[in-house]
């Protein structure tokens, strides 16, 4: 799978837009969860969708 092209500048100053805390990048880049949420904000294209109305349920081993 592809990596993403996120920064990691922009990974430092994003959060979650639900709880304004801290994201974790995929390993497979595509995209960025809420452990405290357990909501993931997919990357479509190299651009994080911040919508909370457009957020995923995060994969259970990714919420630990």
Do not use: N, Q
């Amino acid at each position: 799978m592809k990596k993403s092209a996120i920064s990691k500048e922009l990974l430092e100053i994003l959060c979650c837009p639900k709880c304004k805390g801290d994201l974790v990048l995929l390993d497979s880049g595509e995209g960025l969860v809420c452990r405290t949420c357990s909501l993931l904000y997919p990357i479509k294209d190299d651009i994080p969708v911040m919508l909370i109305e457009e957020a995923l349920p995060a994969p259970p081993d990714k919420t630990e």
